[in-house]
């Protein structure tokens, strides 16, 4: 596997826009209504929405890729996640996936450790993640970063909501 992390540009909007799209349906499809999720990711996966976050100074997102293909990625900006504790400043891991045809490979690890290389420079910055109360996974992994429960909210897609916990790593 000739993998290759890099730094996505306003100029990778279509790319991620389909990955996202696809890694999310393939991670959550089976959780929806039909309507429900294609209003979701119209809403937030689309090229449009992806543009304004890649073009956004705050954020940044991460590609992974297999040869050509991009096969994960992870998106940060400001913190958005409903929480007293939550400053200026603050930044959220918003999305990390990585195709299930390559997930247990330590992708995720290393879009997480060249997202933190960014988060914590010039100075440590503090980190909001917001995790499906069910992903027992993800918790575990983002627990080795430093991360903790500091709340919970509601996820809403279409009339679903799901329980989220908040988790910090100050």
Not at 39 to 60: G, I, K, M, W
Request: hydrophobic residues 40%.
């Amino acid at each position: 596997m000739a993998l290759l992390i890099r730094r996505a540009t306003p100029a990778d909007a279509e790319r991620l826009s389909a990955l996202a799209i696809a890694t999310y349906t393939e991670t959550f499809g089976d959780s929806y209504p039909p309507q429900d999720l294609q209003d979701f990711l119209a809403a937030h996966y689309a090229v449009a929405p992806q543009r304004r976050e890649l073009d956004d100074p705050l954020s940044a997102a991460w590609l992974v890729f297999d040869g050509e293909q991009a096969i994960g990625y992870l998106a940060a900006g400001p913190n958005s996640l409903p929480h007293a504790q939550a400053r200026h400043g603050d930044i959220e891991l918003k999305r990390l996936y990585v195709h299930a045809s390559h997930q247990g490979s330590g992708l995720g690890a290393q879009l997480m450790e060249a997202f933190l290389a960014w988060l914590d420079q010039p100075s440590r910055r503090t980190l909001w993640v917001g995790v499906w109360s069910e992903n027992l996974g993800a918790q575990r992994f983002y627990a080795r970063y430093g991360c903790e429960q500091a709340g919970t909210y509601y996820f809403q897609v279409g009339d679903s909501r799901d329980l989220e916990f908040i988790l910090c790593r100050p």
